[in-house]
């Protein structure tokens, strides 16, 4: 919502704006006013002003309601200074426009329609009743009727189309970031994994050592206590509960600690690492690792981001999601680029919002048709977003398409007919610089 500083700041200006309208009117064109109704006017948009700013802490969030009241006053206020100052004879009638364009900007559709019906009915009945303009000898001013219609008509429209458009825009600008805090949600939760993972990783490491340490003085304890068997017991449990810390450390960490291990890997295992919670789905999911042309032979090393693997992750679950029974994953590169391309063999993208995947909330209430082919999935059409986010702040150029038409006959379709989306790396951005020097010395973690 909007602050009660942001409306008090504007209405200062715009009575700053009226005193020195209704002084150069009445001073340099000698235009006959009634400045002391127009004064009073001016005068309860400075007395709310200071009310509001005594009664009420300058950083305080308005509720819809208030906000409403609060433009609803500025309108009202402005209606009855253009009906002292001539109607829509005056140039300033246009200013009806600022309290519906912020509502459009900040209040809810109904709020923003309430508002802009009454600034409409205000400009109307501007048109006919008002006090004329009258100049100094007295001499009224007239505007013929076709400006005075074209007058009132461009405000109309101008009330019409300013609020569309800054609802609009408003409305765009909450979704996105809306689902861009959902997409630094999804980043922070898969860098957290990964740094848990290294932490596990590296416990493993280093626990080791004194396990077997346990182990076997253990060891030698049962061989030293034969004839004592409760202690004997005592020494058979310890080693019992020694290879079980092992076990478990082993399963949870595979790896050494989080040296450059967790920091880089080939690409055909961070494809297979990003696709690996959707391998038991049901669908099956080929992969195809393999140089184009002036490409090198062997595979080349990426760094193993967070945003790469999560936001791979989202496309392939789209993917298995919408396939029949086939994904393709394919991973190419050249000197000078790596490409990833994700293909299924479903009805691929729906040719309506084609142009329009990656935007966030694209998607609308599911159909029964669609629940069926895709059960359990109650998504906003963030997925794709969030993908496509991650992917191009790690310097990925994404496209969306699909492998065929998808007006064809089922039996006219081939192998991969659904979607393809296809991100393209420079090798800059992904693969590590010879510099690195591989993975480093291992040095012991410090408590």
């Known amino acids: 919502m909007v602050r009660l500083r942001t409306l008090i700041l504007l209405r200062w200006m715009a009575i700053a704006g009226q005193v020195a309208a209704i002084l150069v009117a009445s001073q340099a064109y000698g235009l006959q006013l009634p400045l002391g109704l127009c004064m009073l006017a001016i005068g309860l948009s400075v007395i709310a002003n200071l009310v509001l700013s005594m009664l009420f802490p300058q950083n305080r969030r308005l509720s819809e309601a208030e906000a409403f009241l609060t433009l609803l006053f ?28 912020i509502s459009a900007s900040t209040l809810r559709l109904r709020s923003t329609v309430v508002l802009g019906a009454l600034a409409i009915l205000a400009v109307s009945a501007a048109v006919f009743w008002y006090l004329p303009l009258r100049f100094a000898d007295g001499s009224e001013l007239v505007i013929p009727r076709l400006f005075a219609f074209g ?28 689902a861009l805090l959902a997409t630094q949600m999804a980043l922070a939760r898969e860098q957290k994994l990964t740094d848990l993972a290294g932490v596990v990783a590296a416990a493993a490491h280093e626990l080791g050592t004194p396990l077997a340490t346990i182990k076997l003085v253990s060891a030698e304890l049962i061989e030293e206590l ?119 063999d479903g009805e691929g993208f729906p040719p309506s919002v084609i142009g329009r995947i990656g ?21 906003m059409g963030l997925g794709l977003f969030i993908a496509k986010t991650l992917l191009e702040r790690s310097g990925a150029d994404l496209s969306f398409a699909n492998a065929t038409d998808p007006f064809l006959a089922p039996e006219n379709r081939p192998e991969r007919s659904g979607a393809v989306v296809e991100a393209v790396w420079a090798t800059t951005d992904l693969v590590p610089p010879a510099s690195s020097g591989g993975l480093g010395e291992n040095t012991r973690i410090e408590s």
């Open 74 to 101: 500025d309108l009202g206020q402005l209606a009855f200074l253009l009906f002292l100052t001539g109607g829509l004879t005056n140039p300033f009638a246009i200013l009806v426009l600022a309290p519906v364009t």
């Open 359 to 379: 935007d966030p909330f694209v998607r609308a209430r599911r159909a029964d048709t669609e629940a069926e082919k895709r059960p359990g999935y109650e998504g």
């Open 151 to 178: 007058f009132w008509l461009s405000i109309v429209i101008g009330i019409l189309f300013l609020g569309l458009y800054s609802r609009r825009v408003a409305t765009e600008m909450r979704h996105m970031s809306e």
């Open 226 to 344: 034969a004839g004592q068997p409760e202690l004997q017991e005592d020494a058979r449990l310890i080693r019992e509960q020694a290879d079980r810390c092992r076990d478990i450390l082993r399963d949870m960490g595979r790896a050494g600690k989080d040296d450059l291990h967790l920091r880089q890997a080939p690409l055909s295992a961070v494809l297979r690492e990003a696709a690996e919670p959707h391998l038991a789905r049901g669908k099956r999911v080929e992969f195809s690792f393999v140089p184009v042309q002036d490409g090198e032979d062997f595979q080349p090393t990426i760094l193993r981001r967070p945003e790469i693997i999560h936001g791979l992750r989202n496309l392939v679950q789209n993917a298995v999601d919408f396939a029949r029974s086939t994904i393709w994953i394919e991973g190419e590169w050249t000197s000078r680029r790596i490409i990833v391309r994700i293909t299924d």
